[in-house]
């Protein structure tokens, strides 16, 4: 554990909470990239779908599994592992969208970057601290 003006900070209960917050607001903005008004949509410009519905519909697995880590469930070390190989597995087939010469976002490629270096940190850390069921 480390200090943070003065007090101890949880390096587990830190990454829960940044999953959930995270989480909410991949909902939120995932939810308004797909179901408001066309003008709104436009907005976000060369949205490819499958990697919006994605995040969208991911953003409930970071609550679920930031609560689980919170409450430090073994399940929730899986969940946080697996949803890191996901967001690999569709940043990989993004990558061969763009390769196709399909239109994107750059903003997307950061996004997606952004996404998978934060699912790496948050499942490092809950293997280190959350000890396997036996």
Known sequence: MSRISGRQ???????AGFAIVFGILTI????IALFSNQGT??????????VLWFNFL???????????????RAWAVQA??????LILGVFTYFGLHILNG???EARTVAAM??????????????IRSIPKRR
């Open 28 to 31: 939120l903005s995932g939810g």
């Open 9 to 15: 900070t949880d390096p587990l209960r830190f990454a």
């Open 41 to 50: 949509r436009e907005l976000f410009g060369n949205v490819v779908q499958f």
């Open 80 to 85: 946080s592992v697996l949803i890191f190989a």
């Open 58 to 72: 991911s953003g409930f697995a970071y609550v679920v599994t930031g609560w689980g880590l919170w409450k430090k």
């Open 102 to 104: 399909a239109a994107f």
């Open 113 to 126: 970057t952004f996404r998978a270096a934060c699912w790496l940190i948050i499942s490092l850390t809950a």
